[in-house]
């Protein structure tokens, strides 16, 4: 991995030159500029990884610096702002408009190496490679995550900011959109970088075997226990734990969770002693965590200690102009994946695929893809190849029966039969729904079914 350019821009050279040699002797290349203007004039996309300009200088200020590096896209560098005439108010006028760091002249040193570290780890995030841009075995887009659409690029830049930070992050949107890659984005531009990422799915398992798996188990807990067996807290230890569909963890086990991220410790099923434990914790759902802790269905407490920042991720539907990337993306990834050679793409079926609601998001689109790959000739995806299926999704084209049934209605029907079917056995029409065991007794329940 190349070192990182730094640009110092100050009219003070005696400043300029201290300021770029510790930057040097921290292993990153460096570049001086002696003025505003010729500051701005340096400044490419790709080209500079990392800015610390002054505030105050005679021709151009570090706010305007700020300004022109805002303006070079995803691709702009990192901006350190320093001032020898700082206050607390320009200051924040700095973070707001931007800006990493805002220090105060003169620098110390432990301290600029560690705001360099954290804006490197900002500007590596963003110079991750463009969908254009990748090559073969190389992830797409910004951390796996491929979009252009104004509401993806402001997620990618939320991600940016929040990455390097400790904060807890509550990932919402709906199923297949993409949560996971969005928390593991996260992971990766935190410090926490080089340790574990650990994910566990809350609605994938019983509330008994939830407790275990979060916590583990000491030797005899419960039948079957016949080892001490630690939990994804401790597996997750100075890394990042990840805990998805949050949403459906039962409120006896919130209200153990809670108390884990604010004592920041954890007690083993069946022991005693307390475990400290030093993790982060992402959770993401695909049902809104305000209206569950409204209904009292999820805990108002634990609800704020996990919504400490939201991020909200796109349904496919509202960035269908991303459709094109992300299947070009995709068929890449799939054609690797079967060790084939990715065919190309007919503009008559990406037209098809755009015009799709794709209730299903990324992961249906995905699935799509992987249908066509694998039953076409090899050589393009044309319209014949798409699956018979495929525009019963299309709008416009849904059965007129199915399109004028109340959802309650069609939920009711689909559990019913799926129950028929398999004799009234609910733990297999559970796994067969994709749902809990947990959720489908409340919707048989919430439904009217016996």
């Known amino acids: 991995m190349r070192s990182l350019l730094v640009l110092v821009v100050d009219d003070d050279p005696a400043h300029a030159l201290a300021t770029a040699e510790i930057a040097a002797r921290a292993g990153y290349r460096t570049r001086v500029a002696s003025s ?75 301290m600029f190496r560690a705001v360099l570290e954290r804006a490197g780890r900002l500007a590596r995030g963003r110079a991750l490679p463009s969908p254009a841009e990748g090559g073969a075995g190389e992830e797409p887009g910004f951390a796996g995550m491929v979009g252009s659409a104004p509401c993806m690029e402001r997620l990618f830049d939320l991600v940016r900011r929040v990455g390097d930070t400790e904060a807890t992050v509550l990932i919402e949107g709906e199923s297949g959109t993409g949560k996971e890659l969005v928390a593991r984005a996260l992971h990766r531009l935190s410090k926490r970088a ?59 086990l919130q209200a153990k969770l809670l108390r884990a991220l604010e004592e920041r410790e954890v007690v083993r099923v069946g022991g005693n002693d307390t475990i400290p434990v030093d993790v982060r914790v992402l959770a993401a759902t695909n049902r809104p965590l305000a209206s569950l802790a409204t209904e009292g269905v999820f805990r108002q407490d634990l609800f704020y200690r996990l919504n400490v920042v939201r991020l909200q991720v796109p349904p496919l539907r509202e960035r269908g102009g991303d459709v094109p990337l992300l299947a070009e993306a995709l068929l890449g990834e799939l054609a690797r994946l079967h060790g084939t050679r990715a065919p190309r793409i007919d503009p008559a079926v990406l037209q098809r695929l755009a015009a799709m609601p794709w209730r299903g998001n990324v992961r249906e689109l995905r699935n799509c893809l992987e249908t066509m790959l694998l039953t076409g000739d090899g050589e393009a995806l044309r319209e014949s190849d798409l699956p018979a299926d495929a525009d019963e999704t299309a709008p416009g084209t849904r059965s007129p029966r199915l399109s004028m049934q109340p959802l309650a209605e069609l939920e009711r029907e689909l559990i019913s039969n799926t129950l028929l079917d398999l004799g009234g056995n609910r733990a297999k029409a559970a796994k067969i729904l994709g749902i809990s065991t947990r959720t489908l007794y409340r919707r048989i329940r919430d439904l009217g079914l016996s």
């Open 36 to 110: 505003g203007a010729e500051g701005i004039q340096g400044l490419a996309p790709g080209d500079v990884d990392i800015v610390v300009t002054d505030l105050v200088m005679r021709d151009y200020s570090g706010l305007d610096l700020l300004a022109a590096a805002q303006k070079l896209g995803p691709a702009r560098p990192t901006v350190v702002v320093v001032t020898g005439y700082g206050s607390r108010d320009a200051g924040e006028v700095v973070l707001r408009a931007g800006a990493v760091a805002h220090l105060m002249k003169p620098l110390g040193v432990e």
């Open 194 to 252: 080089g340790g574990p990422f650990v994910a566990v799915n809350c609605a994938a398992l019983s509330p008994g075997l939830l407790e275990s798996e979060l916590y583990g188990h000491e030797r005899g807990a419960f039948t079957g226990a016949h080892a001490t067996r630690i939990g994804r807290f401790e597996a997750a230890h100075t890394g990042t734990l990840f805990l998805d569909e949050v949403g459906e963890m039962p409120l006896p």
